[in-house]
């Protein structure tokens, strides 16, 4: 943005490319769609039967520009092209004033104001792609020098006032390039044929991927494109919560028709975060992945302190490697079109992840991290995950108990902060605060002896600004104390989540229960029967381990 701004205020960014670099599926090519979207069915006015739609005010003549300029406030640039003039001369007498304006909008399928030059290789690129040619078959008609026998729909020339996109830029032969630096630093381009330059004003929008970058700009015979270009990098994503989103956008547009269960986008997701993080002396790579998720990390009652800028500081450069988007969907892919089954799972995918990095990963270090990264931090993180949703599954009425919980918890650590007594809300009756009570909650993250005043002085602090600023409060206001909460509630539950998935033959409670809680995870977590049965036999196998 702060590029096309300058640009529009005639700024050095006017003469320059922009170049978007990053790693192959970060995004570039749907940004560049983006930008070239928001163009799209915008009207301007330009020239009648003007190839390059120029500029009507570059009809005013050199003489006359200055007195113009004055009078309507702005700068003229640039001249008609020689096909405009022929026009002028012969169907309006050179009575440029009474020249047509017609109004257009941009279009890319229609090469109005927006054109895209995919990469050519080395016998098929010819500059005519980019500036037009001279119509061969019109040359017995008009003589060399006729604008009449001119095809100006080169890129450069459908793309003026608008985009010209250059894709994967670098693939190109050098010389190609050339067309770019007068197209930047003069604001023109060669015409085809024996006819001056022509004007052109427009956006240059390239991409290329950090090898392509690295080779090209080690080539010393490359400096005076180099300086044309303002580099912008394309990091891939590494918030979490943004990964899911992507699949779940490319998903959509697909017409697969599988279910997919609960936390199967965030395996996946996760794996592709983690394989672009860089080490970090302040945390492990999980924790930095929560915290540029923007999630709080708890440890020992209190959330941890990692300046999420620091962590950025120390890796600068973050994001241009790991693994791509694209590698994921088709992880994805080949998990769903497993004819076998109607459904994924977080494990088919972990086991759809392991079999394409093996399949495909060369550079065996990587590959060896990377499955390393699967078979333990992912697999690990989704056991926790796992296992904590089938406890609350358990739980009748989770929520509910848990905002219980809170109030009650609330209630005794300000009576206790503030050294008063409770009053029972029924009875009226004062008593002491409930320390044990307290204490369990507190203990479930371990929160110690002698934290414990703190941190029940940091929670009644915490509540009591947020309700002063009017803020609603719950059990998930304050993370140190929800983990506290759900922890407490779920390792209530723990053993006999744990006897009752375990056990292969139940007695009729044990049977009722089951089935309850298989059915909160149909209807409240979103599974379905298949699915359900799928990771409670995972759960049974891995989780829960007989001492
Ligand atoms: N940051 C992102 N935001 C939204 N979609 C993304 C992002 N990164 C990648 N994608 C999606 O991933 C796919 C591959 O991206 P693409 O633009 O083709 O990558 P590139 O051109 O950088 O190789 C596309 O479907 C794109 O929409
Ligand atoms: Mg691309």
Not at 174 to 202: N, W
Not at 240 to 246: A, R, S
Not at 250 to 272: G, Q, Y
Request: glycine share 4%; aromatic share 8%; net charge negative.
């Amino acid at each position: 943005m702060r590029f096309l701004r300058s640009a529009a205020l005639r700024g050095e960014e006017s003469r320059q490319v922009l170049l978007l670099m990053g790693p192959v599926g970060a995004g570039k090519s749907a940004l560049t769609e983006h930008i070239k979207g928001a163009l799209e069915g915008l009207p301007y006015y330009h020239l009648k039967n003007d190839p390059q739609r120029g500029e009507p005010l570059q009809l005013v003549p050199r003489s006359l520009r200055k007195e113009f300029e004055e009078m309507l406030d702005v700068t003229i640039d640039g001249d008609i092209s020689p096909v405009v003039r022929h026009l002028l001369m012969e169907e309006y007498d050179g009575k440029y004033e009474q020249f047509e304006v017609v109004e257009s909008t941009f279009s890319q399928r229609a090469r109005r104001g927006v054109a895209s030059v995919p990469p050519m290789d080395a016998n098929s690129q010819d500059v005519s792609v980019l500036i037009g040619s001279e119509d061969i078959s019109k040359l017995d008609k008009y003589s060399e020098d006729d604008p009449r026998a001119l095809s100006l729909n080169g890129a450069f020339n459908v793309g003026n006032r608008g985009i010209v996109e250059l894709v994967e830029v670098f693939k190109n032969e050098i010389e190609f390039l050339h067309t770019i630096i007068t197209a930047t630093q003069e604001k023109r381009i060669p015409s085809p044929g024996k006819h001056d330059m022509l004007h052109f004003d427009g956006v240059i929008l390239a991409h290329c991927n950090e090898a392509e970058w690295n080779r090209f700009q080690s080539e010393h015979t490359n400096e005076a494109i180099l300086d044309r270009i303002v580099r912008v990098d394309v990091p891939y994503v590494l918030e979490l919560e943004q990964e899911i989103k992507i699949y779940k956008k490319i998903l959509s547009r697909s017409n697969f028709d599988v279910h997919i269960a609960p936390h199967t986008l965030r395996v996946a997701s996760m794996f592709s975060i983690l394989s672009r993080l860089k080490h970090s002396q302040k945390c492990d790579y999980l924790t930095k992945l929560k915290i540029y998720n923007g999630e709080e990390v708890v440890e020992k009652g209190r959330v941890k302190k990692i300046d999420i800028r620091d962590l950025r500081d120390e890796a600068p450069k973050e994001g241009m490697h790991g693994i791509s988007t694209r590698f994921i969907m088709k992880a994805i892919d080949n998990a769903l079109s497993d004819s076998e089954k109607s459904f994924i799972t977080p494990i088919s995918m972990m086991d759809s992840l392991m079999k394409q990095v093996k399949e495909q990963i060369i550079d065996l270090d990587f590959a060896n991290n990377c499955l390393d990264i699967i078979r333990n931090t992912v697999r690990n993180e989704y056991l926790r995950m796992l296992e904590s949703e089938i406890a609350k599954a358990f739980i009748t009425a989770y929520e509910e108990q848990a905002q219980s919980i809170f109030e009650n918890y609330l209630d005794n650590a300000e009576a206790f902060t503030t050294k008063s007594k409770m009053k029972d809300r029924i009875t009226k009756e004062e008593r002491e605060p409930d320390e044990s009570f307290m204490k369990a909650i507190e203990g479930s993250i371990g929160v110690s002896t002698s934290g414990r005043e703190g941190f029940r002085a940091d929670v009644t602090a915490y509540m009591f600004a947020k309700m002063r600023r009017n803020e609603t409060i719950d059990y998930r206001s304050y993370e140190p104390l929800k983990e506290a909460i759900e922890t407490y509630l779920i390792s209530s539950v723990k053993d006999l989540a744990r006897i009752v998935t375990k056990s292969k033959t139940r007695d009729d409670e044990q049977k009722q229960k089951y089935s309850t809680m298989v059915q909160t995870l149909i209807d409240d977590y979103g599974y379905t029967a298949d699915s359900a049965e799928e990771i409670l036999v995972y759960a049974s196998n891995n989780l829960w381990r007989d001492s």
